[in-house]
Nanobody, 124 residues
Framework: QVQPVESGGGLAQAGGSLKLSCTSS????????MGWFRQAPGKEREFVIR????????NVADSVKDRFTCSRDNAQNTVYLQMNSLKPEDTDVYYC?????????????????WGQGTQVTVPS
């Protein structure tokens, strides 16, 4: 079983950077497409970015385009979310998820295994 685990969250100033990591405490994430979502209290879970199993393709939400990038190191069983030019509206709990689909999209229903989230806070 794939059990995603997020880490690297914390506090960053507006305009600053933060790097999140996602690994698996169970089966390796290798061969899985991986996605990042975020959710604020009282809000729906929002798609951020996803990366193909081999890292050759990424799909990025317009809200973070040109600021966030995703990469992966399958040998290290880790997916990264590099967040630059952070804004207060980026404050959310960030979730990592694995999909059994070859090419999942932005719908959370397309992802099967979820982490418990890591908090990112950007003060205004």
């Amino acid at each position: 079983q794939v059990q995603p685990v997020e880490s690297g969250g914390g506090l960053a100033q507006a305009g600053g950077s933060l790097k999140l990591s996602c690994t698996s405490s169970g089966r390796t994430i290798r061969y899985y497409s991986m996605g990042w979502f975020r959710q604020a209290p009282g809000k729906e879970r929002e798609f951020v970015i996803r990366i193909s199993w081999d890292g050759g393709f990424t799909n990025v939400a317009d809200s973070v385009k040109d600021r966030f990038t995703c990469s992966r190191d399958n040998a290290q069983n880790t997916v990264y979310l590099q967040m630059n030019s952070l804004k207060p509206e980026d404050t959310d709990v960030y979730y990592c998820a694995a999909s059994r689909k070859v090419a999942p999209g932005s719908n959370a229903n397309e992802y099967d295994y979820w982490g418990q989230g890591t908090q990112v806070t950007v003060p205004s």
